[in-house]
């Protein structure tokens, strides 16, 4: 397969892509994607990305775009896609995620229609695709207006909510959640999540190897890492050297009267039951050490307070209970969505 076609299906057309480089945007997320298109097509043997920032600073790290390119070809192998076939980027070409899209429509010869991503996907109902690629949010609107125009969906950005997972049960479309990162050029395993077999455990794709660390942390191994795992902070399961599910991140991991905690597990009991964004914190404590906090994106009243202390009390074991509930009117977030604890 050829990375770096002269010409790329865009819309049902076929567009040169010499005539894209020279285009001018009329939009800002117009603009993104044919400024990564400039990028992909420069004389360079990288692309420039940034990781998101949701576990420390932001920074800028070079991938080699045969790196890059062979990330593409798995996805296209896994979802089985096939010169022509319609996919739909609606994501912010500045992330990797985004960026992938584009390049799964050269290397692919795909049809690819690029949307502005805070689009309500009214065009659905018109339209429909082999394959898209979304954040969370995104999937609650198609949700609202139907999605049964989309063959394969792309969940990614943050872990899936089980909230959605559930209304996900009810769509024809085959949902997929990813795991994924910046360094690895997009995501490495994928679940399924709905269907006769959704699934509770990450599978690997082809050429993958998964391992733990001492800490228990995943491990990754794949061709254009070299001979070195990719260390990452997420405690994860290991059921085989290619299936996995994660149980949180070892930086998360919160110790109150000597238990250690991981706050996505918490997080995991509540989140049926909770309406508002939250997320388990903590604060400094002269006894524990750290206390439990739960802390809720809502206006505070002594209703909503009444709730979450049932729903915690009917949820959790005696020692994970938050010592204190709190209401902020936003929780603190990245460009991409992420919370950031």
Request: with cysteine; charged share 25%; proline share 5%.
């Amino acid at each position: 397969m050829n990375p770096f076609p002269n010409h790329i299906k865009l819309n049902g057309q076929q567009t040169a892509i010499a005539d894209l480089l020279q285009k001018a945007a009329q939009t800002k997320w117009e603009k993104e994607w044919l400024d990564f298109l400039a990028e992909w097509y420069a004389p360079t043997d990288f692309i420039e990305v940034n990781t998101s920032g949701s576990t420390g600073t932001p920074k800028t790290i070079r991938l080699t775009k045969k790196f890059v390119a062979a990330s593409a070809s798995r996805t296209l192998r896994f979802f089985n896609l096939k010169k022509n076939d319609r996919i739909l980027h609606a994501l912010p070409t500045r992330y990797i995620a985004g960026k992938l899209m584009v390049v799964r429509a050269l290397v692919g010869q795909l049809d690819l229609t690029v949307v502005d991503p805070a689009t309500d996907f009214q065009f659905l109902n018109q339209k429909s695709f082999k394959f898209a690629a979304m954040v969370t949010n995104q999937v609650y609107k198609i949700l609202e207006n139907g999605i049964a125009n989309l063959e394969f969906l792309l969940i990614g950005g943050s872990a899936v909510p089980q909230a959605l997972a559930d209304k996900l049960q009810a769509v024809s479309t085959a949902c997929y959640s990813s795991y994924a990162m910046t360094e690895t050029a997009t995501h490495i395993a994928l679940r399924k999540l709905n269907g006769n077999k959704p699934d509770e455990f990450y599978h690997a794709l082809d050429g993958i190897e998964l391992s733990l660390s001492d800490a228990g942390c995943l491990q990754i191994q794949m061709p254009g890492l070299g001979s070195e795992f990719l260390k990452t902070t997420d405690l994860a399961e290991l059921i085989d050297h290619r299936t996995f599910r994660i149980l949180g991140r070892a930086d998360h991991v919160i110790i109150s009267g000597g238990i250690k905690f991981l706050p996505e597990q918490l997080e995991k009991k509540l989140e049926p039951h909770i309406q508002f964004p939250f997320l388990i914190t903590s604060r400094p404590h002269e006894k524990l050490g750290q206390q439990l906090v739960l802390l809720v994106e809502a206006s505070e009243s002594p209703a909503k307070m009444e709730e979450l202390t049932a729903i915690c009390l009917q949820q959790l074991d005696k020692f994970e209970r938050p010592r204190e509930i709190e209401f902020i009117k936003k929780l603190p977030r990245t460009d991409n969505g992420k919370i950031l604890r």
